[in-house]
T-cell receptor, first 116, second 113 residues
Framework: DGGITQSPKYLFRKEGQNVTLSCEQNLNHDAMYWYRQDPGQGLRLIYYSQIVNDFQKGDIAEGYSVSREKKESFPLTVTSAQKNPTAFYLC???????????????FGQGTRLTVV | AQSVTQLGSHVSVSEGALVLLRCNYSSSVPPYLFWYVQYPNQGLQLLLKYTTGATLVKGINGFEAEFKKSETSFHLTKPSAHMSDAAEYFCAVSANNAGKSTFGDGTTLTVKP
């Protein structure tokens, strides 16, 4: 079945540690996204990538880093510079149509990160 | 620039009653509009989308939405609420060739027996 897989589902991090969240898709989508979700704040865009080896900062990129070495994979690293990393992280992908306004996003099941 | 405003962070209805979740958007170009649903501790799932053509869009689980350009609105409705409709609902707009969507803050729907 095609879809997006995020792992792990739950992640605990000690203060000062970097952690990497995995996101893999087999939908053959060009674009991939990382969102952060906090209660009452909706989804905020961290980073997005339109093609392999290229990515752009979203609205809240500070303290995060990404890579896009393969079309299928878009891992997110939460660094120690992120002051408040406890949140629910969602990865998504979509088709990329330069002639259209956009297409719907397909989401993974999310990773809940907790700093202990 | 594009933005979305969802009016009402919490909506409560009785089972069998009409569901109305409000969404207004801002866009300088013709928008693509989406409604997503999220159940606790899960990702978002597409309910329906408007791209071009017919302004009344039907989605899954009996939901529908109407694109009203003059009102810059894309409200979500369902004639009769079911207990399983209790979830968080997000409206989103994509209105440029960057492809990425901007999401509203979400509306939590509670369905009372």
């Amino acid at each position: 079945d095609g879809g997006i897989t995020q792992s792990p589902k739950y992640l605990f991090r000690k203060e000062g540690q970097n952690v990497t969240l995995s996101c893999e898709q087999n939908l053959n989508h060009d674009a991939m996204y990382w969102y952060r979700q906090d209660p009452g704040q909706g989804l905020r865009l961290i980073y997005y990538s339109q093609i392999v080896n290229d990515f752009q900062k979203g609205d809240i990129a500070e303290g995060y880093s990404v890579s896009r070495e393969k079309k299928e994979s878009f891992p997110l690293t939460v660094t120690s510079a992120q002051k408040n990393p406890t949140a629910f992280y969602l990865c998504a992908s979509s088709m990329w149509d330069h002639h259209a306004g956009g297409s719907e996003a397909f989401f993974g099941q999310g990773t809940r990160l907790t700093v202990v | 620039a594009q933005s979305v405003t969802q009016l009402g962070s919490h909506v409560s209805v009785s089972e069998g009653a009409l569901v109305l979740l409000r969404c207004n958007y801002s866009s300088s170009v013709p928008p693509y509009l989406f409604w997503y649903v999220q159940y606790p501790n899960q990702g978002l799932q597409l309910l329906l989308k408007y791209t071009t053509g017919a302004t009344l869009v039907k989605g899954i689980n009996g939901f529908e939405a109407e694109f009203k350009k003059s009102e810059t609105s894309f409200h979500l409705t369902k004639p009769s609420a079911h207990m399983s409709d209790a979830a968080e609902y997000f409206c989103a707009v994509s209105a440029n060739n960057a492809g990425k969507s901007t999401f509203g803050d979400g509306t939590t729907l509670t369905v009372k027996p």
